[in-house]
């Protein structure tokens, strides 16, 4: 399915694969709300999360109902679909894929649960013992005994159905105890879980929402007028007439019901937030522990223009990831910055494979210049970050045939070396350009006249964060936890430890 026209500037070309981010997540507890409307825009507003699958889960107290499917979240919507989902409880979820294949049987909020009660989670993040997991929902066993001393299957299902993702033994666990409350089977569940994690959940009457004890990934707190919001990014909030209360902090469950608002720490907290929301992952109009993101972006522009000055015209940027760093980069080298590169924000991976003549135009689907623009100047050309290579070559080149004088490369992260376990889906380690080849190489491979990366001390003091609390992993290969062997981990694992049975559920 297409991954649409979100801010992912990255998925230019054929084969090119830039970074991803895991999932968006969104949930309300308000009585007397449209609840399934507000998370569908709340969800739209968090689609450069993930652009693979949609779904929402209401509950009007007594049952929970799941609508979901692959595609955009307008595209999985409608008026009809949201009539259906009424209740005073929703949890949302938009889906880019890291652990289990895009499918429907992985789309989410997933549901689980046994006769006395039911849960429907959300999860943005990887987990990195999905597998330890697996085996913990296998030794178990699919039945549990009951009260009365009979045996009861459990209702979950989603292990059963195909579902190969990292979210389905987390909603299979919490069922093999019935005499358990939800908060307790949360509180005792969440510190078995390793890596990076946000998960909004609910069951009948309450919502719920944990995040890791790094943090890795955002999740925020907002309040209605008459109800509660938990979201992924601040953004969502406000698209929803939220006003942001706070963060949830690492390592703590917050749990929402008719009684108001109550917390507990169920883990230490070690706050290890991913810098790469910060470079590109978020929306700049989002705010992570203090800072606006677009802020940090232009700051790194910034310290780009100090760390790596050129001679040259206009600045510009690669639409749309590029365009606050290149704004930074023009406001202190005193350059002007222009559009050069206008960008066709509806051309995302079409049902309609291109023709070869079109394929090799390649970038054009997407990029076009402006020549008036580009003909004769030296050029500066921002962008946030050099995955492959193949998008920046292929622009490189364009730009030359556009008639620029010059093309001055500059990057507003450092070179990325190493692979993310924890919810961003970069290139293998022998496929990431940065792995193999010094920065004069890599200018040379991209046809630029210079390349420069933002160093990773202008990166972290750009986002107003101390060192020991971000995770730098893709670019220092210093990783904030152990990490399992490698046939443990990777986006298939769980896929090559299960095959579906003929009871396999789809959509019909």
Same mark, same amino acid.
């Given at each position: 399915?297409?991954?649409?026209?979100?801010?992912?500037?990255?998925?230019?070309?054929?084969?090119?694969?830039?970074?991803?981010?895991?999932?968006?997540?969104?949930?309300?507890?308000?009585?007397?709300?449209?609840?399934?409307?507000?998370? $569908?825009?709340?969800?739209?507003?968090?689609?450069?999360?993930?652009?693979?699958?949609?779904?929402?889960?209401?509950?009007?107290?007594?049952?929970?109902?799941?609508?979901?499917?692959?595609?955009?979240?307008?595209?999985?919507?409608?008026?009809?679909?949201?009539?259906?989902?009424?209740?005073?409880?929703?949890?949302?979820?938009?889906? $880019?894929?890291?652990?289990?294949?895009?499918?429907?049987?992985?789309?989410?909020?997933?549901?689980?649960?046994?006769?006395?009660?039911?849960?429907?989670?959300?999860?943005?993040?990887?987990?990195?013992?999905?597998?330890?997991?697996?085996?913990?929902?296998?030794?178990?066993?699919?039945?549990?005994?009951?009260?009365?001393?009979?045996?009861?299957?459990? !209702?979950?299902?989603?292990?059963?159905?195909?579902?190969?993702?990292?979210?389905?033994?987390?909603?299979?666990?919490?069922?093999?105890?019935?005499?358990?409350?939800?908060?307790?089977?949360?509180?005792?569940?969440?510190?078995?879980?390793?890596?990076? $994690?946000?998960?909004?959940?609910?069951?009948?009457? &309450?919502?719920?929402?944990?995040?890791?004890?790094?943090?890795?990934?955002?999740?925020?707190?907002?309040?209605?007028?008459?109800?509660?919001?938990?979201?992924?990014?601040?953004?969502?909030?406000?698209?929803?007439?939220?006003?942001?209360?706070?963060?949830?902090?690492?390592?703590?469950?917050?749990?929402?019901?008719?009684?108001?608002?109550?917390?507990?720490?169920?883990?230490?907290?070690?706050?290890?937030?991913?810098?790469?929301?910060?470079?590109?992952?978020?929306?700049?109009?989002?705010?992570?522990?203090?800072? !606006?993101?677009?802020?940090?972006?232009?700051?790194?522009?910034? !310290?780009?223009?100090?760390?790596?000055?050129?001679?040259?015209?206009?600045?510009?940027?690669?639409?749309?990831?590029? &365009?606050?760093?290149?704004?930074?980069?023009?406001?202190?080298?005193?350059?002007?910055?222009?559009?050069?590169?206008?960008?066709?924000?509806?051309?995302?991976?079409?049902?309609?494979?291109?023709?070869?003549?079109?394929?090799?135009?390649?970038?054009?689907?997407?990029?076009?210049?402006?020549?008036?623009?580009?003909?004769?100047?030296?050029?500066?050309?921002?962008?946030?970050?050099?995955?492959?290579?193949?998008?920046?070559?292929?622009?490189?080149?364009?730009?030359?045939?556009?008639?620029?004088?010059?093309?001055?490369?500059?990057?507003?992260?450092?070179?990325?070396?190493?692979?993310?376990?924890?919810?961003?889906?970069?290139?293998?380690?022998?496929?990431?350009?940065?792995?193999?080849?010094?920065?004069?190489?890599?200018?040379?491979?991209?046809?630029?006249?210079?390349?420069?990366?933002?160093?990773?001390?202008?990166?972290?003091?750009?986002?107003?964060?101390?060192?020991?609390?971000?995770?730098?992993?893709?670019?220092?290969?210093? $990783?904030?936890?152990?990490?399992?062997?490698?046939?443990?981990?990777?986006?298939?694992?769980?896929?090559?430890?299960?095959?579906?049975?003929?009871?396999?559920?789809?959509?019909?």
């Amino acid at each position: 399915m297409p991954r649409g026209d979100g801010n992912l500037s990255h998925d230019l070309l054929p084969g090119e694969k830039g970074p991803q981010d895991a999932c968006g997540v969104f949930g309300v507890w308000a009585p007397g709300e449209d609840v399934a409307k507000l998370t $569908y825009y709340g969800l739209y507003a968090l689609q450069h999360r993930g652009q693979e699958s949609a779904g929402i889960a209401t509950s009007n107290g007594r049952q929970i109902l799941v609508y979901k499917d692959m595609g955009l979240v307008s595209r999985v919507f409608d008026e009809r679909s949201l009539s259906t989902l009424r209740g005073h409880i929703a949890v949302g979820h938009c889906r $880019y894929s890291t652990t289990g294949g895009s499918t429907w049987e992985n789309a989410q909020p997933t549901l689980g649960g046994h006769e006395t009660g039911t849960v429907a989670p959300a999860h943005n993040g990887n987990l990195i013992n999905s597998a330890e997991l697996r085996d913990l929902v296998e030794s178990h066993g699919d039945e549990i005994p009951g009260d009365d001393g009979k045996i009861r299957r459990i !209702t979950d299902g989603e292990l059963r159905r195909g579902n190969t993702s990292d979210t389905a033994p987390v909603t299979a666990l919490p069922a093999h105890d019935e005499h358990q409350s939800l908060e307790d089977a949360a509180m005792e569940l969440l510190p078995k879980l390793r890596g990076a $994690y946000c998960f909004v959940f609910m069951n009948e009457n &309450t919502l719920y929402a944990a995040r890791d004890p790094r943090g890795l990934r955002p999740l925020v707190i907002g309040r209605l007028e008459r109800g509660w919001v938990v979201a992924s990014e601040t953004a969502a909030l406000d698209i929803v007439g939220a006003s942001f209360v706070r963060e949830i902090e690492p390592g703590e469950l917050v749990t929402i019901d008719e009684d108001g608002l109550r917390t507990q720490q169920f883990a230490e907290p070690t706050r290890k937030g991913c810098v790469f929301e910060y470079v590109y992952l978020a929306r700049p109009d989002t705010t992570i522990n203090g800072t !606006t993101v677009h802020e940090a972006r232009v700051e790194m522009g910034r !310290t780009l223009a100090r760390e790596h000055p050129a001679e040259a015209d206009p600045v510009i940027a690669t639409p749309e990831s590029g &365009t606050p760093a290149a704004i930074g980069y023009a406001q202190e080298s005193g350059i002007p910055f222009g559009q050069g590169l206008v960008k066709n924000a509806y051309v995302g991976r079409t049902f309609i494979q291109p023709s070869q003549t079109i394929r090799q135009l390649g970038i054009r689907l997407k990029l076009n210049p402006l020549h008036h623009v580009i003909k004769g100047k030296r050029l500066i050309i921002v962008d946030d970050s050099i995955v492959r290579g193949n998008t920046q070559r292929a622009v490189v080149r364009m730009l030359r045939e556009a008639g620029a004088a010059e093309v001055h490369v500059r990057i507003s992260s450092p070179p990325i070396k190493w692979p993310c376990f924890f919810g961003i889906d970069f290139a293998t380690r022998a496929e990431l350009i940065a792995t193999g080849l010094g920065v004069d190489e890599i200018r040379n491979s991209l046809g630029a006249d210079s390349l420069g990366y933002i160093s990773e001390d202008g990166m972290i003091a750009a986002t107003d964060q101390s060192r020991d609390e971000l995770c730098t992993a893709c670019f220092s290969g210093t $990783y904030p936890m152990e990490l399992p062997s490698e046939d443990r981990l990777g986006k298939s694992l769980l896929e090559l430890e299960f095959t579906p049975t003929e009871e396999a559920v789809r959509r019909p």
